[in-house]
């Protein structure tokens, strides 16, 4: 056994020299070293002398070190299987929003990975050509640029047009990712929203215009000036009450359902979708999504390179851990 834990040290750090030659824009790689140094350990507790062998102190340290390591292994073994078959909800719907997860960037350029997402969410654009693309992420610790910049001009090289994306440059970690893109998202809403309501006051101001002519045809009326006058009504207040709160826009307010796309590596699918009805909870709490708006969100996974799959599961396996420890999730 302390031959096997030998090779499995060997194993950990070749693999960090590997992923420090090809991938060191990835975090965390320190892990590996940290892994090769327990296994280094776990073999000297097998091959330790004789005499250490035969103290009691000695033994139940061994004892608690073996233990301890059959308990993380399953563990780990468990979430890496549970996150690598992962999926969230059921496509049924066209998508309104695909939410692009951005992620670390190597001398300011596309990384495999992250090229991997947008390749997903290009696919999900030309089955729902009618959504808007919300591209989050800010400047990362290898990078001078955002990650959403960067994405952007890659998306648009591969033919997504310009309208139909919006950048979210502020956000550092994942959780800031999900919860900035769904605050960018619900923003554009409200703003969508306002200006169709501005639409219906002016198309009010235009048919109480032409009456008034049809009304008064001896009488020259300016129509642009009563075009832009609120004179036409008791009030502007009453005429925004009557657009916004009247029983037909708010029954269509309450019909229109919203699917929200999250494209994120397999790997990352759990939390990332997690996050995601985090911050859709804040914002109806927060009031800016109405309590009877229907929301849907999906996860769209995306590939990973094989040979970063044993850094990348082993890495969120601990995220996940260390999350769920501090009631995160």
């Given at each position: 056994m302390g031959i096997v834990f030998l090779i499995l040290a060997l194993g950990c750090f070749l693999y960090f020299g590997f992923l420090w030659t090809?991938?060191?824009?990835?975090?965390?790689?320190?892990?590996?070293?940290l892994l090769g140094a327990i296994h280094l350990l776990m073999a000297f507790v097998y091959k330790a002398p004789e005499r250490l062998r035969k103290n009691p102190l000695f033994f139940r340290f061994r004892i608690f070190g073996l233990s301890s390591y059959c308990i993380f292994f399953l563990l780990f073994s468990y979430l890496i299987g549970y996150l690598s078959q992962y999926h969230?909800?059921?496509?049924?719907?066209?998508?309104s929003?695909?939410?692009?997860?951005?992620?670390?960037?190597?001398?300011n350029k596309i990384t495999p990975l992250l090229q991997n997402r947008l390749e997903r969410a290009d696919l999900c654009y030309q089955e729902n050509p009618s959504a808007t693309i919300v591209l989050s992420g800010g400047?990362?610790?290898?990078?001078?640029s955002a990650e959403a910049s960067v994405m952007y001009q890659s998306m648009l090289k591969m033919g997504i047009p310009a309208d139909a994306m919006l950048m979210e440059?502020?956000?550092k970690t994942t959780e800031q990712k999900l919860s900035y893109g769904i605050e960018s998202i619900f923003q554009g809403e409200q703003n969508q929203e306002g200006s169709e309501v501005e639409?219906?006051?002016?198309?009010?101001?235009?048919?109480?215009?032409?009456?008034?002519l049809a009304a008064q045809e001896n009488q020259v009326?300016?129509?642009?000036?009563?075009l832009d006058s609120d004179e036409i009504f008791d009030s502007a207040e009453e005429l925004k009450t009557e657009a916004s709160e009247g029983p037909e826009i708010k029954d269509d307010s309450a019909e229109k359902e919203i699917g929200i796309g999250i494209v994120s590596s397999q790997y990352q699918m759990f939390r990332a979708c997690h996050f995601a009805e985090?911050?859709?909870k804040k914002q109806r709490e927060e009031g800016k999504v109405d309590a009877l708006q229907k929301v849907s969100i999906v996860g769209f996974p995306s590939v990973e390179d094989p040979a970063l799959r044993p850094h990348l599961y082993f890495r969120e396996a601990l995220f996940l851990f260390g999350e769920r420890l501090c009631h995160k999730l």
């Open positions: 090809t991938a060191s824009y990835l975090s965390f790689l320190w892990i590996w070293l969230y909800g059921q496509w049924k719907d066209p998508l929003y695909i939410l692009v997860v951005g992620s670390e960037l190597e001398n400047k990362g610790r290898n990078s001078a440059f502020y956000s639409e219906d006051l002016r198309q009010k101001r235009r048919e109480a215009v032409r009456k008034r009326v300016d129509y642009e000036e009563d985090q911050a859709l």
